[in-house]
């Protein structure tokens, strides 16, 4: 059976699917693009095409002893930003398959619709949730152990794709054809980092920012936030020490763009060849 699950600001989770909360009769959960075309004699040329904002509506059925306050505590749930949607097409399929595996859309809640009860004595409220980003997979790879409350945080809530210590050098794979935005985490100590990504064993990508990276502080490229960011953090409380963007390298891409195929990133410093990182993606589809 597919899955429904919403996380919101506070990492609270609500279960679309349990027995007092039932999220049904979806729609918007395949593709639609905007595309323009050219006519050339009596053929057409598609010139551009654009992914169309989706919009993901349906109805929630509160039940239970008190379906009023089920409808109360979800609105309330629902304005704590911002909003990850997670979807699983078959929870019942292996991990490894496409339609086993759990996916995220980041969302705002455009509208729920209160009702009255029904006879049966629940309420059934239309939703409408639209999109901030496509469907996305969550794939994360380390070379150490770092945080390890990731594991439990994302791994255990969000059914993160953690790859094995000793798969780093395999890199992150991707299966889409679409461009996705990554967050690269390099772990001091390290004096002037410097990136090089691989696709498929080719050289694709540099990246470099020019500055010390102490032994307690980490360094992370982020292009999975908006808006993009270059920060040096402490690795004691993750707190916001400098903003390095204007410290990076602009004759590089500095930002890691995963493609489809095998994705490996090599890092080096003045003063560390192998340094202790994380790699994770959010794995753009257009449809899941």
Not at 22 to 38: E, I, T
Not at 112 to 118: C, S
Request: hydrophobic letters at 35%; charged letters at 20%.
């Amino acid at each position: 059976m597919r899955t429904f699950t919403l996380v919101n600001g506070d990492m609270q989770a609500c279960n679309l699917t349990d027995v007092n909360v039932f999220f049904h009769d979806p729609a918007g959960l395949g593709m639609d693009f905007s595309d323009k075309y050219r006519q050339v004699g009596n053929r057409f040329v598609r010139v551009t095409r654009k992914s169309k904002q989706r919009t993901i509506s349906g109805s929630v059925a509160f039940l239970g002893a008190d379906p009023y306050l089920s409808y109360f505590n979800f609105a309330l749930f629902a304005q704590k930003d911002p909003l990850v949607l997670l979807y699983c097409p078959n929870d019942q399929a292996p991990a490894t398959s496409p339609s086993g595996t759990t996916y995220r859309m980041n969302v705002d809640v455009a509208k729920i619709e209160k009702t009255e009860l029904e006879q049966e004595g629940y309420l059934d409220c239309q939703i409408t949730l639209v999109s901030k980003t496509p469907w996305y997979k969550y794939s994360a790879i380390s070379n150490g152990i770092v945080h390890e409350d990731d594991l439990l945080k994302w791994g255990i809530q969000w059914g993160i794709d953690w790859g094995p210590l000793d798969e780093y050098h395999a890199g992150i794979k991707s299966t889409s054809p679409t461009p996705s935005p990554s967050k690269l985490t390099i772990y001091g100590p390290i004096t002037n980092p410097f990136w090089t990504h691989y696709v498929n064993g080719n050289e694709t990508e540099y990246g470099k920012v020019n500055a010390v990276i102490k032994d307690s502080e980490y360094l992370v490229v982020d292009s999975t936030v908006d808006p993009y960011v270059i920060q040096k953090r402490s690795t004691i409380d993750d707190s916001l020490i400098a903003n390095l963007y204007e410290a990076s390298d602009f004759t590089t891409k500095r930002f890691v763009t995963i493609q489809n195929g095998g994705n490996v990133i090599k890092v080096v410093g003045d003063n560390a060849s192998d340094p202790l990182v994380k790699l994770e993606a959010h794995i753009y589809y257009e449809s899941v």
